[in-house]
Every structure is written in structure tokens, then in C-alpha cells.
Nanobody, 120 residues
Framework: QVQLVESGGGLVQPGGSLRLSCAASGSIFSINAMGWYRQSPGKERELVVRIFSSGVTNYADSVKGRFTISRDNAKNTVYLQMNSLKPEDTAAYYC??????????????WGQGTLVTVSS
């Protein structure tokens, strides 16, 4: 069993910043990739950014230059620093983690979601 706990969402004015975090715990042997997705009402969930164990990152074009992903391997935690936020960034943000359990089975976990609202 792998659990993900997210934190850091909230209300922010356009141009402001927020930092999200997601901590993974449980029967984890290794983590291959950690990332963030978002979903707005009436839209499909979309990839925001992900980071692989190699350090390679994959950003959506809409957030390049404004959002930064980082991870603390010792804590199995991933962060998303969001700067220059725009109203169109308003969405529920979900953490996603993929890896191997202690019994060497592949797992993929999702966080509970945290709401980010960008509005004046």
C-alpha cells in the first residue's frame, strides 16, 4: 500500500505564487517518476509536469518558465513551485507517483487533490 498526501493549495491573486507538496509513504522500494496533473471543471485531467528518477523533467507548454518541479528523494516528496499564476491555472491539482513496492510490484498512486484558485 502506498499513500500520497498533498498540501499547499489555496486562493491566490493573478501574478502570485503557491507551492504544492506531495509526500509518498508506505511499502515503497523505489520511485521512477513523480508528477503533477490538473483538472478544471468540464475538462480532462492534464499533465502539468513530471520528473523522472534520472532528473529529467517534462513540462506542459502552458506552464514552462512559470512552474518548477523538484523532489526530495530521501523524503519521497515532490514539490511544485508555481509562480506568475494566471486565472487559467485554476484547477484541482493531483500528485502522481509511479514506482516499485517492497515486493517488487509496479504501483501508481494518486493524491487526493488540492484546489488552486487564481482570482482577484
Amino acid at each position: 500500500q502506498v499513500q500520497l498526501v498533498e498540501s499547499g493549495g489555496g486562493l491566490v491573486q493573478p501574478g502570485g505564487s503557491l507551492r504544492l507538496s506531495c509526500a509518498a509513504s508506505g511499502s515503497i522500494f523505489s520511485i521512477n517518476a513523480m508528477g503533477w496533473y490538473r483538472q478544471s471543471p468540464g475538462k480532462e485531467r492534464e499533465l502539468v509536469v513530471r520528473i523522472f528518477s534520472s532528473g529529467v523533467t517534462n513540462y506542459a507548454d502552458s506552464v514552462k518558465g512559470r512552474f518548477t518541479i523538484s523532489r526530495d528523494n530521501a523524503k519521497n516528496t515532490v514539490y511544485l513551485q508555481m509562480n506568475s499564476l494566471k486565472p487559467e491555472d485554476t484547477a484541482a491539482y493531483y500528485c502522481n507517483v509511479q514506482g516499485l513496492t517492497m515486493t517488487y510490484k509496479n504501483f501508481e498512486g494518486w493524491g487526493q487533490g488540492t484546489l488552486v484558485t487564481v482570482s482577484s
